[in-house]
């Protein structure tokens, strides 16, 4: 069984929780860099890490890296690459992306346009002809330059892995299907325990819980570029992956996850996009301003993306907001709130300060994830105490 490099790219500061998540899965990792996430596996990897994934935005299989201080370099190293390996005679191959930091070469469509005219001559070569129909299977390449390495991809996903498939509908300024997941995956919150979401828009937060509750795969119910790549992954390895998180699932957990907004619309969508990721009995939806939430349990979780304030019109409006709704959890004694913002005084608006914040960037935004712990429930009668509790 052949072995890759895969390589996962990711929000920056979530490369941790993903190289849990690859780990889990039973993967080694062999580096971790700023926005990826680079681990050894099998084509059935390529199958299982674009299925089960919940924050990584897609799945790479490197195809080599090297060191280019100059056009010439780049063309050479790239023509130097075993392109016959992945890309058959009539594929149709371009450099979708590439991305440069610190280094010499800088502009990303003149390295697109030179790594193609590369490929080409290598491939020209290899099969013996003298122009490509690229009538076949796609086969998009990403590239990364870091201070002069090129690290150089092929993207096995397509459609960004965000794009579960659920959401058809969403809120002004939604938060990533990816970033949501990984919120959740950085608190201690189980499918046992209360969730809720006071400023949930289209749902994406109530609904990824949903999804982690009842260990649905992010992607079992999408399509992904390399399927159709048959002579590298075979239609039976992705039929057996599919049936594989299909087994997994379990819709019979019990639930308290829940989402209101002050938008009737939203609720509206949020309910919708519920039924689509077909969690809609695992989670409820209800119209109400974050500012008179409440909840009778006891030692639940809010994991919540409230508004920012970016906009201009909306700047002034913020504050009121956060102390609002930070008068209304200090109401809620024994719960931990999770909030993701890039607002600078939610601590003095909810009226303490976090015990940890974690610096996350929501796509070219700088955003922090503030965490007010709760007590952690009390221990069970002749049981151990709860050690996933709020601290």
């Known amino acids: 069984m ?56 897609r799945v790479l299989l490197k195809i080599g890296s090297f060191r280019a201080e100059t056009f010439d370099e780049l063309f050479e190293n790239t023509k130097a690459l075993p392109w016959e390996e992945y890309i058959p005679s009539d594929g149709k191959f371009w450099v979708a992306k590439a991305a440069s930091i610190k280094s ?22 290899v099969y013996n002809i003298s122009r490509f129909p690229e009538t076949g299977e796609s086969f998009p390449i990403r590239v990364f330059l870091m ?27 939604p938060i990533a299907e990816t970033l949501a997941a990984a919120l959740l995956m950085l608190t201690p919150w189980r499918a046992d325990r209360i969730l809720a979401d006071p400023f949930c828009g289209s749902g994406t937060i109530p609904i990824e819980a949903a ?3 009842a260990n649905i795969a992010p992607g079992m119910n999408r399509h992904f570029i390399s399927e159709r790549w048959g002579h590298l992954i075979s239609g039976k390895r992705w039929s057996d992956c599919f049936e594989e998180a299909h087994d997994l699932a379990d819709l019979s957990v019990c ?37 008179e939430f ?24 913020i504050p009121a907001l956060y102390k609002k709704f930070g008068a209304r959890f200090g109401l809620l004694d024994t719960w931990s709130l999770y909030v993701i913002t890039s607002y600078e005084d939610i601590e003095k608006d909810i009226g303490r300060r976090a015990d940890k914040n974690r610096k996350i960037y929501n796509g070219m935004m700088k955003t922090y994830y503030y ?21």
């Not at 005219?117 to 020209?124: F, P, S, T």
Request: aromatic share 6%.
């Open 294 to 317: 409440s909840h009778d349990g006891r030692y639940g979780f809010i994991v919540t993306n409230p508004p920012y304030g970016e906009r201009l019109e909306d700047k002034s409006a």
């Open 371 to 391: 965490q007010f712990m709760g007590p952690k429930p009390p221990k069970p009668a002749g049981g151990k105490a709860d050690d996933r509790a709020g601290k």
């Open 211 to 213: 999804m982690l509750a």
């Open 147 to 173: 201070k002069d390495l090129v690290t150089v991809g092929l993207d096995t996903t397509g459609e960004s892995l965000h794009k579960r498939g659920y959401r058809k509908l969403t809120a002004r300024a």
């Open 255 to 291: 639930t308290d996850i829940s989402g209101c907004d002050i938008d009737s619309d939203m609720i509206g969508i949020a309910r919708k996009n519920a039924k689509l990721a077909g969690v809609d009995g695992l989670v409820s939806f209800k119209q109400r301003d974050a500012a």
């Open 104 to 125: 010499r070469l800088f502009s990303p469509s003149d390295i697109q346009s030179i790594m193609k005219k590369a490929m080409v001559e290598r491939l020209k070569q």
């Open 2 to 57: 052949r072995k890759y490099e895969l390589i996962a790219p990711c929000h920056f500061g979530l490369e941790a929780v993903l190289k849990k998540e690859i780990i889990d899965l039973g993967y080694d990792v062999s580096q971790v860099e700023d926005g990826r996430v680079t681990f050894i596996g099998d084509d059935e990897a390529v199958c299982r890490a674009n299925i089960g994934l919940r924050t990584a935005d």
